[in-house]
């Protein structure tokens, strides 16, 4: 049965949301595990489908992989060496899945992903990956929608310069470069939060790493790791929309374990158009400056420290009920832009011209049935409908179960009438 979730709008919203750990650093770090021999413990883990289909994908490749639900842990350990398979199955529902072919061909000179093809947002081609694998001594070849990876003795270390910055591609190479020989300098490097979380957990394991959260990362290439124990960063795009949640409503929430550091681009964005957020020692809290009042803003996604283009989306929710008219240019994907249909079902009034989307502010969202068709194109739906006059009905939301931990629960605990049917 296709699950739906119903929202009736107006509420505003006020309670505490506990912020979860991060899904983008999460399924980065999972795959350290085929490093070594050594078992690998994560905190803080997110519970999201996403993490359990990690999970499937390391057992499939011969590791022991114990979730602790409650605890938020996971323990995974590199038992049965010699699976080198990334299965198109797997690999289909969620395509972090191409960050086990860096750890697979540096420690045990082979890997074979599928593909991960497209999704809603793009092409989202790997071509990044394989050349800069290929720069570390990896031979790929493509067949039935495999990419098969070898390596002739050991990975070496070299310098790499990315054409453009890509947050996988950095991280796949990282995690090759750890155990390749000699040095690796990597130039144009994804800047990303959840890089540095990756390297902070790399060097706990024994690594030599410099640089990370800067454009040039250097790695040292050692020969054996150890067993650690890391705690996953906190998700700051979770963080971003449950801001936006609190702005939308034109309520008041405090939102525990949020870091205003992660989003300093995103918090001055919402400074400009009446919201404001303050960081208190272990939380953040939100609320518009002038209860009636969000202003518009022009905006433009860019790699991190720019405006996260994962918040994109729900800043076009918030902008589409804003006094006045706004800009957002998309530069990360190609087609991120899903969201405006759906939210013009709902009375938004946008126009999109490329990579732009012009959004006229309009005084009131109407409730309406309306479809999600990737993960955070179908949180702004579950935003707008917040505020919406009447009832929203989103459709297809597995989307939204892989990227937001029990967000029914998170935004009840505020007042929200929310529920899946
Ligand atoms: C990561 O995806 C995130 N996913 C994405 O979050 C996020 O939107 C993206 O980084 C940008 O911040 C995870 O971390 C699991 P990229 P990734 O490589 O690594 C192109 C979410 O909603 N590109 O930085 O795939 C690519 O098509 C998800 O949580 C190539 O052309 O993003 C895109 O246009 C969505 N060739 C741009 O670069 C390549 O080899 C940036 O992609 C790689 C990427």
Redesign the pocket.
């Known amino acids: 049965m296709k699950e739906k979730i119903f929202i009736e709008g107006g509420k505003k919203l006020s309670g505490s949301i506990p912020i979860a750990g991060a899904?983008?650093s999460c399924?980065?770090l999972m795959p350290l595990s085929l490093l070594s021999d050594q078992a690998l413990s994560l905190n803080n883990v997110p519970l999201l489908s996403d993490v359990h289909t990690m999970k499937e994908l390391l057992e499939s490749l011969g590791c022991e992989a114990s979730f602790h639900n409650l605890k938020k842990t996971i323990k995974i350990k590199l038992l049965r060496e010699g699976l080198f398979l990334a299965d198109y199955n797997i690999v289909k529902k969620m395509?972090?899945s191409i960050?086990v072919l860096g750890p697979l061909l540096t420690r045990f000179g082979q890997g074979i992903v599928a593909l991960p093809g497209g999704c809603a947002?793009?092409?989202?081609?790997?071509?990044?990956?394989?050349?800069a694998l290929e720069a570390l001594g990896a031979r790929f070849s493509i067949d039935k929608g495999y990419v098969k990876g070898m390596v002739a003795g050991s990975l070496k270390g070299c310098k790499i310069k990315f054409p453009?910055?890509?947050?996988?591609?950095t991280?796949n190479t990282i995690m090759a470069a750890v155990l390749a020989k000699g040095t690796t300098e990597l130039v144009n490097a994804?800047r990303?939060p959840?890089i540095i979380d990756l390297c902070k957990c790399l060097k706990s394991m024994g690594c030599e790493i410099e640089g990370e959260g800067e454009n040039t990362i250097i790695i040292e290439g050692v020969t054996n790791l150890r067993e650690t124990t890391h705690e996953v960063v906190m998700d700051r795009?979770e963080l971003g929309t449950y801001i936006i949640a609190a702005a939308i409503s034109d309520g008041e929430i405090k939102l525990t374990g949020g870091n205003i550091a992660l989003l300093e681009a995103f918090i001055n964005k919402l400074h400009e158009v009446g919201v404001e957020v303050t960081q208190a020692s272990d939380h953040l809290r939100v609320k518009r400056l002038k209860s009636n009042v969000i202003n518009c803003t022009n905006i433009v996604t860019e790699?991190?420290p720019g405006f996260?283009?994962?918040l994109q989306a729900q800043m076009m929710a918030l902008l589409s009920i804003a006094n006045g008219v706004s800009n957002i240019e998309e530069k990360?994907?190609?087609n991120r832009f899903m969201h405006v249909p759906e939210l013009i079902r709902m009375g938004a009034n946008i126009k999109i011209d490329g990579r732009k989307a012009i959004i006229s502010g309009v005084d009131q969202l109407k409730g309406a049935p309306v479809q999600a068709t990737?993960?955070?194109a179908s949180v702004s739906m579950v935003l707008a409908g917040l505020v919406a006059n009447g009832n929203t009905v989103i459709d297809k939301i597995h989307h939204i179960d892989r990227?937001y931990e029990n967000i029914i629960e998170k935004l009840t605990a505020c007042g929200a009438v929310i529920k899946r049917l």
Do not use: C, Q
Request: aromatic share 8%; proline share 7%.
């Open positions: 899904k983008n399924l980065t395509r972090a960050l947002i793009g092409a989202r081609p790997v071509d990044m990956h394989l050349m453009f910055v890509s947050v996988g591609a991280a994804a990303e959840e795009i790699p991190f996260p283009t994962d990360i994907f190609e990737d993960l955070r990227g």
